[in-house]
């Protein structure tokens, strides 16, 4: 089993529980820590692959 799996079920659960899956704090937390991990200034959040490229 994954070290990280009880943590990320936990959260996956936590939004999918609250019904809004979009501007949650969860999404700016992880664009935060996104971008440090990538050395980056700003990481921007889209909805699916084609919107990443575009």
Known sequence: MNLHE???SNAIKGV???G???LR??????K?????FLD???CIGV?????AFR
Do not use: H
Not at 25 to 30: A, I, V
Not at 47 to 51: A, Q, V
């Open 32 to 36: 935060e820590e996104y971008s440090k």
């Open 47 to 51: 909805g699916n692959g084609l919107d």
């Open 20 to 22: 809004m899956y979009v």
């Open 40 to 42: 980056l200034k700003y």
């Open 6 to 8: 009880p943590y990320l």
């Open 25 to 30: 704090n969860e999404l700016k937390l992880f």
């Open 16 to 18: 999918l529980d609250f």
